[in-house]
């Protein structure tokens, strides 16, 4: 039976699998992917926290639950923005790797 | 009397009612969308002074709060959206070059409509009772922005600008979910009301929890507020993003991080254990700020640069004002500094633009004899140095006046002399934008600088209130919340 712990470790791992990717991998792409993994690492235990943790009258608090609709959503709105803004960078430079983002300079 | 929701639901109107009407009209005079934005950002601004002070719905709601604060950053919003609209209106030329585009004058409509809609966030931010509300209000702010930093798709400055905003701004907002996570976690709430009073009855909660969450959510309000250490996006992002948008980055977005920053900290300052630590954190934030903001000011040759960095220092001065928070007055001192902070880099961007149209780059070199070009701007550019600087008789002055008193009320004589220190450090830099002005000559080939009226008479109200808030500061303390 796994319990409030389990789902916490789990999503542990997925923030720091998600911070990983984006302090160690070069591309635009999957730096943006590990941002997604954070935010999803978020709602799992989001959901952990409300199902386990429950109110005095034996139900969850579903603010929790309802908050990671929203988040999912924004989320939704983030990626689209991102990827535009990633296209169109790559329309101009003809690259997503970080190394190439030098124009501003000290 | 009005409901205090319809302000942001008349703001949210606006903004699509502009859109559509970019849209469908057949003119291709985008101007006029910047006009009506203004127009009705005004109405709306004049609406804020008639509405129902603390409904009875709105209070048992949880979600939303109508309080003086709320109110007096819902006006501080919107006018500071006017502004970058003046700003943006007299920017335009440059967006359309830089914009590709089939006609010309076509996919710049949106350049003036996406400020509306990040307006309408900032309000919503400044009633938020709730991190869920927060949250939706703070990504609002953020999306917007992303595209308005980007904006013009074929200078390579603003798409990397926006790509370096969208990266580091999300991951910001992952570490403020996961901090909301293990706060709501710990106290089985996510209103910041009920969270006080968890925190209060039970008292033996896993504390180290709770902190590691409030450690995660001051990450992302640092990204922010740019706090050291985490501003470095700053300075690239204001340099290569629209000016009109860097100014709405320093003052809005700014003010906006510092409102949540309060309001998320207020229900842990009143549990005993954690007040010592976040003061001592608050507290080394503003001094890595203010330290890191103003060295690195030093060397720059970039009037934009170098105003990200001096809006780093000013987020020095202002988390220092909250670490004195113990002290009655440091609230009303730090509200005072961002009114300031507001007239002053306002002040700084309004000249800036013409200068930038004139002579088509916006290093310091490009201010080379000004003071002799426009003498009108350049006195502009004077005052607004100067009170950025913390020269007597300007605002900036007094902004920094309370804030250390407050911080010597507090016995932090520590941070209070390196705020001193690098008072005096900041008066360099900014000397030198002076000092071309006044001191060198102007480059040959110069274009004569031209401003259009509605920047003119923004830049006059700017000037007077700096300089008259500069001798009168009680005339703002008395309307502060």
New interface residues.
């Given amino acids: 039976m796994p319990t409030l712990a389990h789902y916490l470790i789990v999503s542990g791992l997925l923030f720091a699998l998600g911070m990983a990717g984006v302090l160690l991998r070069r591309n635009l792409l999957i730096i943006f992917m590990g941002l997604e993994l954070m935010l999803n690492a978020a709602n799992l235990s989001l959901v952990a926290f409300s199902r386990f943790n429950l109110g005095p009258d034996g139900m969850p608090n579903y603010n929790a639950q309802v908050f990671v609709f929203f988040i999912i959503t924004v989320a939704a709105a983030e990626v689209a923005v991102g990827l535009a803004i990633i296209v169109a960078l790559y329309r101009a430079k003809q690259t997503t790797h970080v190394e190439d983002l030098n124009t501003l300079k000290f | 009397m009005i409901s205090p929701i319809v302000l942001e639901v008349c703001v949210v109107c606006l903004g699509i009612f502009l859109l559509m009407a970019e849209s469908f009209s057949v003119k291709s005079n985008k101007v006029v969308l910047a006009h009506g934005a203004i127009f009705g950002l005004l109405s709306v601004f004049v609406m804020s002074f008639f509405i129902e002070a603390n409904p009875a719905q709105m209070q048992s709601s949880g979600f939303y709060v109508v309080d003086g604060l709320s109110l007096f950053f819902k006006r501080f919003a919107l006018l500071s959206t006017i502004i970058t609209l003046i700003l943006a209106v007299d920017y335009l030329p440059i967006v359309q070059r830089l914009v590709p585009s089939a006609k010309p004058g076509a996919g710049t409509g949106e350049f003036f409509v996406l400020p509306v809609f990040t307006c309408a966030g900032l309000m919503w931010m400044a009633s938020a009772a709730?991190?869920?509300v927060i949250?939706?209000a703070l990504?609002l702010v953020t999306?917007s922005l992303?595209?308005q930093v980007?904006y013009m798709?074929?200078s390579?400055?603003s798409?990397?600008?926006?790509?370096?905003f969208?990266?580091l701004g999300?991951?910001s907002?992952?570490?403020f979910?996961?901090g909301?996570?293990?706060i709501?976690?710990m106290t089985?709430?996510?209103?910041l009301a009920e969270i006080q009073r968890n925190l209060t009855i039970n008292t033996e909660a896993n504390q180290m929890a709770i902190l590691f969450g409030l450690g995660m959510v001051l990450v992302a309000l640092g990204f922010k507020i740019a706090a050291a250490p985490f501003q470095f996006w700053v300075?690239?992002v204001y340099?290569?993003a629209p000016t009109p948008i860097t100014a709405y980055l320093a003052v809005a977005s700014k003010a906006a991080g510092f409102l949540i920053l309060i309001r998320v900290l207020e229900p842990f300052f009143t549990v005993v254990a954690f007040q010592p630590k976040l003061i001592l954190v608050l507290a080394l934030l503003s001094g890595l700020t203010l330290i890191y903001g103003n060295l690195a000011a030093i060397p720059q040759t970039n009037f934009k640069r170098l105003l990200g960095y001096s809006s780093i220092a000013h987020a020095g001065y202002l988390l220092a004002g909250l670490a004195a928070i113990g002290d009655a007055f440091a609230g009303r001192a730090v509200v005072f500094y961002l009114c300031g902070y507001f007239l002053m880099t306002f002040l700084a961007f309004l000249v800036l633009i013409p200068v930038t149209k004139a002579t088509g780059g916006d290093d310091i070199a490009h201010f080379n004899g000004l003071g002799r070009r426009s003498p009108t701007l350049a006195l502009a550019m004077l005052i607004a140095a100067a009170s950025l600087a913390g020269v007597p008789f300007t605002v900036g002055f007094f902004g920094k006046f309370f804030i250390f008193e407050s911080i010597i009320n507090q016995h932090f004589y520590g941070l209070a002399l390196i705020g001193i220190v690098t008072v005096a450090s900041g008066f360099y830099y900014y000397f030198k934008v002076i000092r071309a002005m006044y001191w060198m000559p102007p480059a040959e080939d110069a274009a004569p600088v031209t401003i259009s009226r509605l920047s003119k008479s923004a830049m006059l109200i700017c000037a007077i209130l700096i300089v008259v808030l500069g001798c009168y500061p009680q005339l703002l303390m008395r309307i502060l919340p």
């Fill in positions: 709730d991190f869920i949250f939706c990504e999306i992303y595209v980007a798709r074929r390579l400055a798409l990397e600008a926006g790509t370096k969208l990266i999300a991951l907002t992952g570490f979910v996961y909301i996570t293990w709501f976690g089985g709430q996510t209103g300075p690239d340099q290569g």
